[in-house]
């Protein structure tokens, strides 16, 4: 490897120790998805960036060696915020709040900060990273994701629990509520190809802080609760997937589809994808009341439902419960039922990242080492 790239392969490791894994590669590609965000400057600068958002002046103290001037890394941290490279928040400085920044993972992060301003050469870099080192969602441990029924009405009754109802909890929640383009579809766009599912380009919700983030960013314009339930309408017309955040109250929710969803793509090449996918639920048919019409079969993103003898059949190795099948059932022959085991997302972003990091690293290292640090935070 070139002595140049030094400085990205310190920043590949760097971010490697967040609880979203950003491992090395044979080829390197992830070197290339680096340059692609980071000058060698600004790689030098992500370096003393923490997993939680600091103030400037914190990180200031950690590069004293390079003797930037603090109103220049400012505009530099500023500057690379805009741009998707890191994360903006807000931190406490003499009790007042202050711009905070901090480093982001691959995905969820870098990726869909790049909204709005893809091009063809980051996807192909994107497509042959994921090709090498796999995609951080599809795991069998705890994911960033989860699959949520497209309707309650879907399910058996009762059986649908707080977190796994989507609308519920938009109508509840306190919001606010922002919209964006979809990244993923931008992805497909930029590569040469068109979306089939959906002429809806704003399927990527946000909430709460998010919403406030992504609109800061000029990614997301914000709306009202009922526009956020209407999009949640039309994407179960459209035949999208929900795919939450992993938490009981999520900060995003994503309306995806099997023509553009980077996840849904990478699961249809596996041939058990159902148990990567965090759901609580799978289709079943009921014999006596199917027709064998074939709408599940057009509505299913996975390919999981096929019709013979005039019966469809649902093969539990590919369905992933997002319930597409059953919403559109007019006999009411296609139902969602409960998978063993059900499973409770944890409550909040917090609290999924400490048990991604428990899961990869064991609880003994966990203790040994402090939670903070292996969130990369640094004094």
Not at 231 to 246: F, H, Y
Not at 249 to 270: G, Y
Request: glycine share 8%; charged share 25%; aromatic share 6%.
């Amino acid at each position: 490897m070139k002595s140049s790239d030094d400085i990205y392969q310190r920043l590949q490791h760097h971010l490697d120790q967040m609880p979203i894994a950003f491992p090395a590669t044979k080829t390197g590609i992830e070197l290339r998805l680096l340059k692609h965000l980071f000058s060698p400057e600004e790689a030098e600068i992500a370096l003393a960036l923490s997993a939680v958002p600091e103030p400037v002046e914190k990180i200031h103290r950690r590069l004293k060696g390079t003797r930037i001037p603090i109103e220049a890394l400012r505009a530099d941290l500023a500057r690379m915020a805009a741009k998707g490279a890191i994360m903006a928040g807000r931190g406490m400085r003499g009790g007042k709040p202050v711009p905070a920044y901090g480093k982001a993972p691959l995905v969820v992060g870098m990726f869909e900060f790049q909204v709005n301003h893809l091009t063809k050469e980051f996807m192909e870099d994107f497509h042959a990273y994921q090709d090498e080192a796999g995609s951080p969602i599809l795991t069998k441990k705890t994911s960033q994701m989860r699959t949520v029924p497209i309707n309650t009405r879907v399910g058996e009754p009762g059986a649908i629990g707080r977190y796994d109802d989507i609308r519920g909890y938009v109508r509840e929640t306190r919001g606010p509520f922002g919209v964006m383009n979809c990244v993923c579809r931008q992805a497909q766009n930029v590569m040469g190809h068109s979306c089939m599912s959906s002429e809806n380009s704003e399927t990527c919700l946000t909430i709460g802080g998010a919403a406030v983030y992504m609109q800061k960013l000029g990614h997301a314009r914000l709306v009202l609760r009922e526009e956020m339930l209407a999009i949640l309408d039309r994407a179960e017309r459209d035949g999208l997937v929900l795919q939450p955040q992993n938490t009981q109250s999520p900060d995003f929710i994503c309306c995806c589809c099997k023509d553009c969803c980077e996840v849904l793509k990478n699961a249809r090449k596996l041939s058990r994808p159902a148990e990567l996918f965090k759901t609580n639920f799978q289709a079943h048919v009921d014999a006596e009341r199917c027709t064998g019409c074939a709408t599940c079969v057009k509505r299913c993103p996975m390919d999981a439902v096929t019709v013979s003898d005039n019966f469809a059949r649902v093969d539990g190795n590919l369905c992933i419960g997002c319930g597409l099948c059953a919403s559109s059932c007019k006999e009411e022959a296609m139902r969602l039922r409960p998978r063993d085991g059900q499973v409770i997302p944890p409550p909040d972003q917090r609290a999924m990242y400490q048990k991604i990091m428990r899961e990869r690293y064991g609880p003994l290292r966990m203790i040994a080492k402090r939670a903070w640090i292996m969130l990369g935070m640094k004094s």
